[in-house]
């Protein structure tokens, strides 16, 4: 039986308290192994023909393939944005040791947040 699929998720939010809350459902629901948060930087972006600019944080998400669409609609459930920046990127190698502990905490139980 082949290994599940490691993603890493990378999402961009209004540092204001939201992402910790957003990290610890993910987590207590088993969406995601862990989730970081970095540091705020300023992100530049166009939004409806206007160049915009906002405090943002990144929380980078490890979690598999199998639970990435419970954890896409948790997070743009939670995410105050119409459209979040959500980009999932497979994971080509890994250490195995860490890539068989992302897989066992990773249960996709969306009930349990």
Not at 51 to 63: G, H, P, R
Not at 88 to 95: E, I, T
């Amino acid at each position: 039986m082949a290994e599940p699929e490691a993603l890493v998720v990378l999402v961009s939010i209004p540092a204001d308290g939201t992402a910790d809350d957003i990290g610890v459902r993910l987590v207590t629901a088993g969406l995601a192994a862990c989730v970081h948060r970095l540091p705020a930087g300023r992100s530049v972006y166009r939004w409806q023909g206007a160049v915009e600019t906002a405090d943002e944080v990144v929380l980078i998400i490890k979690t598999t393939r199998a639970a990435y669409p419970a954890l896409e609609a948790a997070v743009r459930n939670a995410h105050p944005y119409d459209v979040p920046e959500i980009l999932a990127l497979a994971v080509a190698d890994g250490l195995p040791a860490y890539l068989l502990w992302l897989a066992e905490s990773v249960t996709a139980d969306p009930t349990r947040t």
